[in-house]
């Protein structure tokens, strides 16, 4: 992926890098880069684009743990967060080329020691307000969507049965990739176009090996049953344990599999959203 973006960029900043700096940008498109070269690089674009064009970067990072619970899942769990904590506090901690950064994922960048020492981030978790409605659609989109596209009064209701469920602060909102795939379909019909696009292999592996109880309440819950239990906004993937329930029913939470109903201090009420997919073969 760095080599992709030092690619893209290469016919603006090039020719105006000095010689070294050629050399480091050639270590990277060439793919000859070593881990400290790659940790740099992002830290080395933003320089060289910040010069090039007077403007200082906004960076803008999604799902940026993901390599994080490849690396959990596969077992390089400690070499992933020192060289994510490397490239990404590069690129973010005291930069002066930079003008603005946002990261999403599903757990606390603060607490996955990744960024160390960089106290000057603002944690927005989905229970909060502050962008509840720019994660997918909301009701009044969705309502211009159906018009737009000429939706009839059932395939709207098919599309809130079955894409409606996500709860950011207290905003309904829409998967947006089911409901535009909903949309281009040439029949219209619903389908879980979810199912593919990401691994649910960590969350099969803790919830299949759960305590009995745990297995009620989830039996309970794709029923259509809720249950109430502790939040933890602080899940470490090293730290996860099919002891630990709660942090399992947070992630859960967090990954968008259930719906906090409500919250209030530390416990939430969470519904079934999409459970059904972890048991998928």
């Avoid at 819950?221 to 947070?250: A, F, H, K």
Wanted: proline residues 3%.
């Amino acid at each position: 992926m760095l080599n992709g973006l030092y690619l893209e960029y290469k016919a603006v900043l090039y020719e105006e890098l000095v010689s070294e700096e050629q050399q480091d940008y050639d270590k990277i498109t060439e793919k000859r880069g070593n881990f400290v070269d790659l940790e740099n690089a992002l830290k080395f674009l933003m320089r060289w684009i910040h010069r090039q064009t007077g403007k200082r970067v906004i960076v803008l990072l999604d799902e940026y743990d993901t390599p994080i619970h490849a690396g959990h899942e596969y077992g390089y769990y400690e070499e992933i967060v020192v060289f994510m904590r490397n490239l990404l506090s590069g690129a973010l901690k005291d930069n002066v080329d930079l003008e603005k950064g946002v990261v999403t994922g599903i757990l606390r960048i603060a607490k996955e020691s990744i960024f160390s020492g960089l106290n000057n981030l603002d944690v927005l978790p989905l229970l909060r307000p502050e962008f509840q409605d720019c994660f997918g659609f909301t009701e009044t989109e969705l309502k211009q969507l159906s018009e737009d596209f000429s939706l009839t009064d059932k395939q709207l209701a098919a599309l809130k049965a079955w894409y409606n469920g996500y709860l950011f602060g207290d905003r309904v909102i829409y998967n947006p990739w089911s409901v535009l795939n909903f949309i281009a379909s040439s029949d219209r019909f619903p389908r879980p176009y979810w199912i593919n696009t990401s691994s649910n292999a960590l969350l099969r592996d803790l919830v299949t090996h759960t305590e009995p109880g745990f297995q009620t309440q989830i039996e309970s819950l794709l029923v259509g049953d809720s249950i109430q239990t502790p939040l933890n906004e602080n899940i470490v993937l090293r730290d996860l344990t099919m002891r630990d329930e709660q942090d399992i029913w947070s992630l859960l939470v967090f990954s968008g599999y259930l719906k906090s109903e409500s919250f209030r201090g530390k416990s939430f009420v969470a519904q079934n959203f999409c459970l059904g997919r972890i048991f998928r073969r």
